[in-house]
């Protein structure tokens, strides 16, 4: 009881929970919302900035992903597992990563009860780095997904929820109770159509899904198949079964369900006890629950994120990192904001797009870090003809690199994408030429060299015209140089104080027209002209 009041306080004060581990270490990262909910439209958005500060991290963005997803039924426990996986990945070299009986179970917020309590879809904070028995660097993410079939969900938002996370996870792990039951297998079929009938549209090579896992919770048979692995895919292969006795509709439905995944198992877990269920202040302790829940957990866990198990995320054939996982959540959730389900094509469009999207978003990637090894930061001024042929040689590797990428949607889908990709390498060729220009001192300097030339110029020209008695003319010229000291100090009023700047530019503007128009063609004409006449002299002087 003084438990019970000590929560209730602890709630009312307004004082937050810390994650901590099994071993009372606050835990690195909490749970943030990528994908959130509106009830009242019953639609989803992504929060991308939420999304690119888990993905786009320094140790995260280009390193290949693994995503672990729990997905099923609301209130059947999905966030209290995924706090075992965290205890796990949090501890991976220890043999007691469950820790110790009077710790209490924290991470992804859950309780007991009836109510649902995540909605949306929500992504762990911290990868989990972990190096593959081929000495390959990965990042585990762990997902949780809002339950499916409450009494404020829709048929849409389930198959939504359900369809997002499997197309978006490596591994999904499918959480039902007591049994494999044929609405388990019909959900299942509604919420993976896509894949195959994308799997049909399309002649791609491997499954539009890459491991499902039934987990089966509170199993009550063990006499018929025990407990773990063993048990759970005895029971699968005897619920997935084909024979020509079943009714047509029955085999299309475990023929579909076998066609949309590259890999399917079963786990047979038993009750975690009553204590569990119906105590009001159960807060995950492992003195609370059932020993051979955790026997069993001991097996699951490593089972799903043991580094020789993990499933590197794969979209057809190719291997994703964490920047091109953020394109492809991008672009799935998109085909989710129309008022009706998308058509299965919308999925194949959809990974096509953001495959596409990811292919172009490396190679401007690698652009821009090519251009800045010359031309970024602090490195000095670049002529203008050798930036241009920078800029040439690093479109033609960005465009190399881009169809590099095994990509989907043909190469008719794809060339739209690769004049995407020129359009946007132009955009940054301009910046980088800006950014170029405005360390060269002349550039900066040209404005007022340019207006004092022609005030220096009208005066020379005003006086011999003053000279030759045609002052009218003497005074338009005069005007003209008074003009161009006028706008000498409005330009140097914009550049101390910095108002006005759009007159600083027009500016520049008239002064670099200038420039370009006379100053600079009278003054190559002059050059040229005096070249000349100094070969001629030079020629006659050797002749005498």
Request: negative net charge; contains cysteine; glycine residues 6%.
């Amino acid at each position: 009881m003084s438990d019970l009041k000590h929560r209730k306080h602890k709630e009312s004060s307004g004082i937050p929970s810390s994650p901590v581990s099994a071993k009372g270490v606050r835990l690195k990262g909490e749970p943030v919302q990528v994908i959130t909910v509106d009830t009242d439209n019953h639609s989803f958005h992504l929060d991308e900035k939420a999304l690119e500060r888990v993905l786009l991290k320094n140790h995260v963005q280009n390193k290949q992903v693994v995503v672990v997803s729990v997905a099923g039924a609301f209130r059947k426990g999905k966030s209290f597992l995924l706090d075992f996986f965290l205890r796990y990945l949090n501890a991976p070299a220890s043999t007691d990563w469950l820790g110790d009986d009077e710790s209490p179970l924290e991470g992804f917020t859950w309780r007991g009860g009836s109510e649902r309590d995540t909605t949306g879809i929500l992504l762990w904070s911290e990868a989990f780095e972990c190096q593959l028995p081929d000495g390959t660097e990965v990042s585990v993410l762990l997902m949780d997904t809002q339950g499916a079939f409450d009494s404020e969900s829709t048929v849409k938002d389930c198959a939504t929820v359900f369809a997002l996370s499997t197309m978006i996870s490596s591994v999904q792990v499918y959480n039902i109770t007591s049994n494999i039951q044929e609405d388990d297998l019909q959900h299942l079929q509604l919420f993976t159509e896509y894949g195959r009938l994308a799997l049909d549209e399309q002649s791609i090579k491997g499954k539009p899904f890459q491991s499902l896992m039934f987990l089966v919770r509170d199993w009550m048979y063990p006499y018929e198949h025990e407990y773990g692995d063993d048990g759970g895919k005895n029971l699968l292969e005897k619920r997935l079964q084909i024979s020509k006795k079943q009714h047509q509709e029955l085999q299309s439905l475990r023929q579909h369900i076998r066609s949309c995944f590259d890999k399917i198992s079963g786990y047979l877990m038993p009750h975690p006890g009553l204590n569990v269920a119906t105590n009001p202040i159960f807060d995950g302790r492992l003195k609370d629950i059932e020993p051979f829940f955790k026997e069993q957990l001991r097996v699951l866990v490593p089972l799903l994120l043991a580094p020789e198990n993990l499933v590197i995320k794969e979209i057809n054939g190719s291997k994703v990192t964490g920047r091109e996982l953020v394109e492809y959540f991008k672009a799935y959730i998109k085909i989710y904001e129309g008022d009706e389900l998308p058509q299965p094509k919308s999925m194949l469009l959809a990974t096509a797009e953001a495959n596409n999207l990811a292919a172009v978003a490396i190679a401007k990637a690698l652009y821009s870090e090519e251009m800045d090894k010359i031309c970024g930061g602090d490195e000095p001024y670049l002529r203008p003809e050798k930036l241009e042929s920078a800029h040439e040689n690093f479109k033609l590797l960005a465009l190399t690199r881009f169809n590099s990428v095994k990509k989907m949607g043909g190469e008719d889908f794809s060339k739209t994408y690769a004049d995407k990709l020129e359009a946007d390498i132009i955009e940054e060729y301009e910046k980088f030429v800006k950014h170029n220009n405005s360390k060269n001192i002349f550039a900066a300097a040209q404005t007022p060299a340019v207006l004092f030339t022609v005030s220096f110029i009208c005066y020379i020209i005003s006086g011999l015209l003053g000279f030759v008695y045609l002052d009218t003319i003497a005074s338009l010229v005069n005007m003209i140089m008074g003009l161009a000291l006028l706008l000498l100090c409005i330009w140097s009023y914009v550049r101390y104080s910095g108002n006005y700047r759009e007159v600083g530019k027009k500016i520049d503007d008239l002064a670099e027209l200038i420039w370009d128009k006379v100053l600079e063609r009278a003054y190559n004409m002059v050059l040229t002209q005096g070249t000349q006449m100094a070969l001629k002299n030079s020629t006659g002087k050797k002749k005498v």
